[in-house]
């Protein structure tokens, strides 16, 4: 699979947030996120422009983890 390059952490955010995630508090340039589940998931998404494809990578898995949905799926959102 390929990710896309250039997504922003807004970008990001704004696709958790389609899936059900709250932001629940922002501490400088790091947004903190929740899904009240089932199962209760929280993630942390930094600010970044772009956002390193590593970092991209590693929030997508554990979102399509814990969503019981595709990470490609998720990556097809951005």
């Known amino acids: 699979m390929k990710l896309p390059r ?5 970008c990001l955010i704004r696709v958790l947030q389609r899936l059900g995630y709250e ?3 922002q501490k400088g340039s ?8 089932p199962p209760v998931h929280q993630l942390t998404v930094p600010l970044h422009n772009p956002l ?8 997508l898995t554990e979102v399509a983890q814990m969503r ?3 990470t490609e ?3 097809e959102l951005l």
Not at 30 to 37: F, M, P, S
Not at 52 to 59: D, E, F, R, Y
Request: avoid cysteine; proline fraction near 0%.
């Open 23 to 25: 932001v629940v508090r």
């Open 6 to 10: 250039g997504v922003s952490g807004d």
């Open 30 to 37: 790091h947004v903190r996120l929740r899904h009240d589940g």
């Open 73 to 75: 799926s998720l990556a």
């Open 52 to 59: 390193k494809t590593g970092t991209l990578h590693a929030v």
């Open 68 to 70: 019981s949905i595709s």
